[in-house]
T-cell receptor, first 116, second 112 residues
């Protein structure tokens, strides 16, 4: 089955700096890669996702890059703000169909702390 | 728009007691539904998923069971809770052959 490794487990930055979180996956057939942000005591919220036919996607201060050959993808947050502090999860899945039904395999999470 | 609800929000139960957590989705039909457990605020472990009424797939052997009595209702149960069942339980859904999963607010369970 799919295995997703996420690094670093904790990340501390100063407000205004950039933050980068990296994930690697094992199944070359995976083609959908979402990123979730989870605030304390709440459910994860989707912040950005990318599909395997795209190498990069950007949404304001957040961007995701995908290297299919190396089987890794990264989340980039620029101009970080204290409200970006949260736990971030990457995930990977096969396109829903057959028996996969959009099942996601998650990384272990990164605790991001942005210091004012 | 679609909304996902979970209740209760928090629950404290003694070891050996039964459990019933409920998840409902509004604004969609025939969703795929998922139960996850999250221990110590890190890592989501998929417990069960369902692609239709009465159809349940289990990902890991455990003390829990799931049921889907209605199209948009997903229930997580246990006959006798263990200390190790403590955690944050999350329900999620996606539509048909969509990949993106949307999570509910979660239920925090503490077994004493």
């Amino acid at each position: 089955g799919e295995n997703v490794e996420q690094h670093p487990s904790t990340l501390s930055v100063q407000e205004g700096d950039s933050a980068v979180i990296k994930c690697t996956y094992s199944d070359s057939a995976s083609n959908y890669f979402p990123w979730y942000k989870q605030e304390l005591g709440k459910g994860p919220q989707l912040i950005i996702d990318i599909r395997s036919n795209v190498g990069e996607k950007k949404d304001q201060r957040i961007a995701v890059t995908l290297n299919k050959t190396a089987k890794h993808f990264s989340l980039h947050i620029t101009e970080t703000q204290p409200e970006d502090s949260a736990v971030y999860f990457c995930a990977a899945s096969l396109k829903a169909g057959g028996t996969s039904y959009g099942k996601l395999t998650f990384g272990q999470g990164t605790i991001l702390t942005v210091h004012p | 728009s679609q909304t996902i609800h979970q209740w209760p929000a928090t629950l404290v139960q003694p070891v050996g007691s039964p459990l019933s957590l409920e998840c409902t989705v509004e604004g969609t039909s025939n969703p795929n539904l998922y139960w996850y457990r999250q221990a110590a605020g890190r890592g989501l472990q998929l417990l069960f998923y369902s692609v239709g009424i009465g159809q349940i797939s289990s990902e890991v052997p455990q003390n829990l069971s799931a049921s889907r009595p209605q199209d948009r209702q997903f229930i997580l149960s246990s006959k006798k809770l263990l200390l190790s069942d403590s955690g944050f339980y999350l329900c999620a859904w996606n539509g048909g052959f969509q990949e993106t999963q949307y999570f509910g607010p979660g239920t925090r369970l503490l077994v004493l």
